[in-house]
């Protein structure tokens, strides 16, 4: 049986690949749970200091939520779709964007539904001159329910975001760049290069500072401002003492270019 995440390692960086290429990707239950479940090796592996998320193919990053699996579970009832698909997705997504160490979305296709919303959830996105995106949740007569109605709007505007979120219709990578839902819009064959480049730009700073601002800058966006300083303040109070601030400071003394730790 085919594994539903791949998982490849090198130079410090984890490349996680979505597998269903035979269904553009597309998030069944087994899948999400495989991805949760290689988050969690990853996170425990000091070895590992960057994440790429990409899907296998030429088509499709994912488009979007198996739907033969969700009409399954919504047919059982209210209280099973919300727990096997609502929560489920709603973890996953959560679980990306508090992610400790950076998660950097490779889009080589097609990013529908839950696909944009990964997209969204993600630290960082590089996207291929052949992506797409929607929010085609709506002609299924439902709402996004992996995040995509409240992370969207903070991404790139309410007014902004309910017109995707409202008409369905797709959008391109260039679009998507202009909005601000990815960093970057690659010729298709530089995509995976770019993300590492990329990965490469962070892991040369210590992981500590990289994941303290993560935390900051995640949590701060959903409080008010007063209450965003003051994470930013325990953040910079965790660095006290430890060695990524050590070096960087005795960096800035020598003037030269601090190294991780």
């Given at each position: 049986?085919?594994?539903?995440?791949?998982?490849?390692?090198?130079?410090?960086?984890?490349?996680?690949?979505?597998?269903?290429?035979?269904?553009?990707?597309?998030?069944?239950?087994?899948?999400?749970?495989?991805?949760?479940?290689?988050?969690?090796?990853?996170e425990?592996?000091?070895?590992?200091?960057?994440?790429?998320?990409?899907?296998?193919?030429?088509?499709?990053?994912?488009?979007?939520?198996?739907?033969?699996?969700?009409?399954?579970?919504?047919?059982?009832?209210?209280?099973?779709?919300?727990?096997?698909?609502?929560?489920?997705?709603?973890?996953?997504?959560?679980?990306?964007?508090?992610?400790?160490?950076?998660?950097?979305?490779?889009?080589?296709?097609?990013?529908?539904?839950?696909?944009?919303?990964i997209?969204?959830?993600?630290?960082?996105?590089?996207?291929?001159?052949?992506?797409?995106?929607?929010?085609?949740?709506?002609?299924l007569?439902?709402?996004?329910t992996?995040?995509?109605?409240?992370?969207?709007?903070?991404?790139?505007?309410?007014?902004?975001?309910?017109?995707?979120l409202?008409?369905?219709d797709?959008?391109?990578?260039?679009?998507?760049?202009?909005?601000g839902?990815?960093?970057?819009?690659?010729?298709?064959?530089?995509?995976?290069?770019?993300?590492?480049?990329?990965?490469?730009?962070?892991?040369?700073?210590?992981?500590?500072?990289?994941?303290?601002?993560?935390?900051?800058?995640?949590?701060?966006?959903?409080?008010?401002?007063?209450?965003?300083?003051?994470?930013?303040?325990?953040?910079?109070?965790?660095?006290?003492?430890?060695?990524d601030?050590?070096?960087?400071?005795?960096?800035?003394?020598?003037?030269?270019?601090?190294?991780?730790?």
């Amino acid at each position: 049986m085919t594994e539903p995440i791949l998982l490849h390692v090198s130079d410090h960086v984890a490349l996680l690949t979505l597998n269903r290429p035979e269904r553009l990707n597309a998030l069944n239950y087994a899948l999400i749970d495989a991805l949760m479940a290689a988050l969690d090796r990853i996170e425990t592996d000091t070895g590992i200091r960057a994440v790429i998320l990409t899907g296998a193919g030429e088509r499709a990053f994912s488009a979007g939520a198996d739907i033969d699996e969700f009409r399954a579970s919504v047919g059982e009832g209210r209280a099973t779709a919300l727990r096997d698909f609502v929560r489920r997705g709603q973890a996953m997504t959560a679980r990306l964007e508090a992610f400790q160490k950076p998660v950097i979305a490779a889009v080589n296709g097609l990013a529908f539904g839950g696909g944009c919303e990964i997209t969204e959830a993600v630290h960082l996105a590089v996207a291929s001159d052949r992506a797409s995106f929607a929010k085609p949740e709506i002609r299924l007569g439902m709402p996004p329910t992996f995040g995509g109605t409240q992370r969207l709007p903070r991404l790139i505007g309410r007014k902004r975001g309910l017109e995707w979120l409202l008409t369905g219709d797709p959008f391109t990578p260039q679009h998507a760049l202009d909005i601000g839902l990815i960093n970057a819009v690659v010729p298709h064959h530089e995509l995976l290069p770019a993300a590492r480049a990329l990965a490469r730009r962070i892991i040369r700073h210590g992981p500590d500072a990289v994941a303290s601002i993560i935390t900051a800058t995640t949590r701060g966006l959903n409080t008010t401002i007063g209450e965003g300083l003051q994470i930013e303040a325990e953040q910079f109070a965790r660095l006290v003492g430890g060695r990524d601030l050590e070096h960087g400071l005795a960096a800035w003394r020598n003037r030269r270019s601090p190294q991780p730790a």
